[in-house]
């Protein structure tokens, strides 16, 4: 049974690991030192080295092909059928790395060009590829999972950054847009406000302000949202703290915020070049590429304040698209899925028992909304799209959460369950080794809410919900769904 991990590496991640004149960024060590500590094996594409032997400088040709030998060659990697002799070397080099992805040469791809970031996400790949932040992220939920938690977005106002204008983090926004202060304050003294998070030493590290426009003008040829529409000005993650989810937590707030304020569109503008993996996460959030504003690309979420019809959509097409809204006819199935407090606690780190607010006391928004749970339930009904009920045993004794399940697997391979749960896991390798010693039921799923009211025990069996007690995965009638979600005041 396998546990370690195959990571094909590109060039740009490898140089820097074996160059004695580069200075290692910190994310780059941690990932380093992590997938050692897990025996994880790092491999590089023999197209790595035609890249290379391309080089007209003789020096640096040889300095670093030294370098990539180091590690060991993916072994006999299948031929790519998309090269033709019309595509140019360099394309030809990304495909084969890509087509040996697909092929599940490795589990996962680590680079840090924004070109490759982009063909992976076009060859439906985005989910296997992440830069340095991102797999040093998921290494240390695997290997350090206590040291991973979920930030704290605050929501402030624009007014009380004000201080903050001056610092580096504000730097790169200036460079894409000169006027940018007289902007900022500008919409600071109109009462603006945005969700941040500060980093541990309080330094302003990610934000993202946002307003209500109506019936605006989102592209060069003169397209307009009617009605209100959530606009995402500036969106900004620095790079120190890039790979914890803050880009999907700002997002949850978004989808909250539009909800609580009948917007029915949220927007934002991307520069497809420089943005490659805020382009992969609203993609995957259900945006939609509008056409040019200037410079940038303009995305569109759809978030009616109603439930749009279901036709035309597989049930988790349709909460992507339309999340938070679901489908929840006779053919989607419905299950009780019970969790033991602690790890309830842990999968759910925003709960707050009887009350559920987007921002608790303090003005915080918790876990995000792409999570993972790992059972070893007899069921193997799950699909794509069902409904999932989680009921906290131990000490609540409640139904407390609604997830729509994005993908059910049955594994027995610590590795492939590493692989698929990604930077969702709640769970270390040695967890997920312990549970691989017989198939594991792996089950993705997006976290809809936390329910108004938690629904108890008793009211299950006072309803006929439940008859007995709720050990393992149970599928219930589409009645008792409906008859849970009324007691939860949904």
């Known amino acids: 049974m396998t546990k370690q991990l195959t990571l094909l590496l590109d060039t740009n991640v490898l140089i820097p690991l074996q160059d004695s004149y580069l200075a290692l960024s910190d994310s780059l060590a941690s990932f380093h030192r992590l997938a050692l500590v897990g025996g994880h094996q790092l491999v590089y594409h023999p197209a790595s080295l035609a890249d290379f032997e391309r080089d007209s400088d003789a020096d640096r040709r040889a300095r670093n092909l030294q370098h990539v030998r180091r590690y060991p060659s993916l072994e006999s990697p299948a031929k790519c059928p998309w090269n033709t002799a019309t595509i140019g070397q360099n394309d030809a080099c990304d495909n084969e790395i890509?087509?040996?992805?697909?092929?599940?040469?490795?589990?996962?791809?680590?680079?840090?060009?924004?070109?490759?970031?982009?063909?992976?996400?076009?060859?439906?790949?985005?989910?296997?590829?992440?830069?340095?932040?991102?797999?040093?992220?998921?290494?240390?939920?695997?290997?350090?999972?206590?040291?991973?938690?979920?930030?704290?977005?605050?929501?402030?106002?624009?007014?009380?950054?004000?201080?903050?204008?001056?610092?580096?983090?504000?730097?790169?926004?200036?460079?894409?847009?000169?006027?940018?202060?007289?902007w900022f304050r500008d919409k600071a003294r109109e009462g603006r406000k945005a969700w941040v998070y500060r980093d541990d030493d309080h330094s302003l590290s990610a934000i993202c302000?946002?307003?209500?426009?109506?019936?605006?003008?989102?592209?060069?040829?003169?397209?307009?949202?009617?009605?209100?529409?959530?606009?995402?000005?500036?969106?900004?993650?620095?790079?120190?703290?890039?790979?914890?989810k803050i880009g999907e937590l700002f997002l949850k707030a978004a989808f909250r915020y539009a909800t609580d304020n009948a917007c029915e569109h949220v927007f934002i503008h991307a520069d497809i070049e420089k943005h490659g993996y805020l382009v992969n996460l609203l993609v995957d959030f259900g945006f939609e590429d509008r056409g040019t504003f200037g410079r940038d690309q303009m995305f569109v979420k759809v978030h009616p304040r109603s439930a749009p019809p279901g036709s035309g959509w597989s049930p988790f097409e349709y909460v992507q698209r339309f999340f938070p809204h679901y489908q929840s006819g006779s053919e989607v199935r419905k299950f009780l899925v019970p969790i033991q407090s602690g790890f309830h606690q842990i999968l759910f780190s925003d709960y707050q028992g009887f009350q559920t607010l987007l921002f608790p006391s303090g003005g915080n928004i918790g876990n995000a909304i792409k999570l993972a749970y790992l059972c070893h339930a007899a069921t193997k009904e799950i699909r794509a799209?069902?409904?999932?009920?989680?009921?906290?045993?131990?000490?609540?004794?409640?139904?407390?959460?609604?997830?729509?399940?994005?993908?059910?697997?049955?594994?027995?391979?610590a590795a492939k369950i590493a692989s698929l749960v990604r930077r969702r896991t709640v769970y270390s390798i040695k967890q997920i080794e312990e549970m691989a010693v017989e198939p594991t039921k792996v089950v993705l799923f997006r976290l809809v809410e936390h329910l108004p009211n938690p629904v108890s025990y008793q009211r299950l069996q006072d309803d006929g919900v439940v008859t007995g007690n709720i050990q393992s995965i149970t599928k219930i009638s589409d009645v008792a769904f409906s008859t849970v979600l009324r007691a939860a005041g949904r």
């Open 98 to 182: 890509l087509y040996a992805l697909q092929c599940d040469a490795a589990h996962a791809l680590v680079t840090e060009d924004r070109g490759l970031l982009a063909k992976a996400r076009a060859r439906g790949l985005a989910d296997r590829t992440y830069t340095i932040q991102t797999a040093e992220d998921w290494l240390r939920r695997l290997h350090q999972p206590h040291d991973v938690s979920l930030p704290n977005i605050q929501d402030v106002p624009l007014h009380s950054l004000t201080p903050d204008l001056s610092s580096a983090f504000f730097e790169s926004l200036r460079e894409g847009y000169p006027p940018f202060d007289e």
């Open 209 to 244: 302000v946002y307003a209500i426009q109506t019936d605006e003008r989102i592209t060069d040829d003169g397209q307009r949202l009617a009605g209100r529409a959530l606009k995402l000005c500036t969106f900004k993650v620095g790079e120190a703290v890039r790979g914890r």
């Open 385 to 413: 799209g069902d409904l999932l009920l989680f009921y906290r045993s131990g000490d609540e004794q409640c139904v407390t959460s609604l997830g729509v399940v994005e993908r059910f697997e049955v594994l027995d391979d």
